[in-house]
């Protein structure tokens, strides 16, 4: 019989001084996305979910009302845990909590909201930080911590299936949750990212803003067989990056969301303490690997709780040679001319 959540995080949930408040989190994180599953299944009684709001959050995304529903479904989650601080892409600065309290938690209460509308899967990333003694003094110092301090990362998927990907340091796991259970069950004990790539995921709309160096890397993937992949590959987009980092922990593949020459985006749009951070500990804890382009992310230093970053995961050997075409723009001279001059789009 799988094993639960429960029984998993008694006996799996690390080796550190605060494994219990550690597991009594996830825990509590987990009742909250059954919450907020059960809102979304509801349509929020009537509500338009998808509907925007006047607001804005503290990136400057146009706020949904979902998203303003799932910051307050984990803000209640923490305050029943041993969180000192909270950290959320919804509130412009950390929230503190329980000021004396062990963990921090960073997230991103509702990823892929622009699909809420269009029935596609949407998610909940979150990354469980340890607190010093110096960060209770300027909360915001708890989140400027590098991501390979990350004590627990996961995600949640609102699709099909209700699932929890969670890594605490010995793996990445998947559980499921089932209703006539009442709680979470392991459905795959332990993920392995496939090594070689078949697939990637980028949105190549953007394709007239890249710097060369990803135009060239997506043009010899898309000249397949007859270019210097000698192989095909297939492309795939959700735009729920939940759902693009499931696939990928499933089947391989790589994921680029790369900076690029428009308005703000230079440092890309993702943000590195509550969306790459833990979708790279999940990653890399099954085997693959996560850069900004060139730099492990785990090793990256945020300038802060809504910093940005490039991001490239999934599959070890190609995130490696999507960091070569990066760092080495000689590099790209050595490619047969016969490909230096396809486009992504070509006849």
Known sequence: MPSSLDAYLGSQSGSGPHRQELADLIRHLSAAAVKLRNTIIAGGGGDNLGASREATNAGGDVQKELDVVADRVFMEAAKASRVAFFGSEEQDEPVTLKKDAPLAIAIDPLDGSSNIDTNVSVGTIFSILPVADEHRADPKTVFMQPGSRQLAAGFFIYGPQLLLVLSVGNGTHVFIFQPGFGGFVELRPSMAVEERAKEFAINASNYRHWEPQVRAYIDDLLAGSEGPRERDFNMRWVGSMVADCYRILLRGGVFLYPGDGRKGY??????????????????????????????????????????????????????????????????????????????????
């Open 266 to 347: 230079a440092r890309g749009r993702l943000r590195l303490v509550y969306e790459a951070n833990p979708v790279a500990f999940c990653v890399e804890q099954a085997g693959g690997a996560a850069t900004d382009g060139v730099n492990r992310i785990l090793d990256v230093e945020p300038e802060g709780l809504h910093a940005r970053t490039p991001l490239v995961f999934g599959s070890k050997r190609e995130v490696e040679r999507v960091a070569r075409y990066m760092a080495d723009p000689s590099a790209l001279s050595e490619r047969s001319p016969l490909f230096g001059k396809r486009s992504l789009f070509r006849s």
